[in-house]
């Protein structure tokens, strides 16, 4: 059975998402794929850093949980 904020994550597939990371990062890009355990595929992305710098990127996988 999935939580709520995966099955939110699959609905929200060929959508512009943003998603912060722990480390304070931020990647805002279509989202072509998500995992149960969170990993997801990102394309046309825009990353802002921890120090407000931009930076485009064609395609990125953001690692999720790891049990």
């Known amino acids: ?5 995966v099955k939110l994550l699959n ?3 060929g ?3 943003s ?6 990062e ?3 890009g279509k989202l072509i794929e998500s995992e149960d355990n969170m990993n ?4 046309d992305v ?3 850093g921890t120090d407000s710098k931009m ?4 395609h990125v996988f953001v690692r999720g949980v790891s049990y």
């Open 46 to 48: 825009i990353v802002t």
């Open 26 to 28: 931020t990647y805002r």
């Open 55 to 58: 930076t485009r990127m064609d």
């Open 11 to 13: 609905e929200a597939q």
């Open 1 to 5: 059975m999935s939580s709520i904020p």
């Open 40 to 43: 997801i595929q990102l394309r």
């Open 19 to 24: 998603v912060e990371l722990a480390t304070g």
């Open 15 to 17: 959508h512009i998402v």
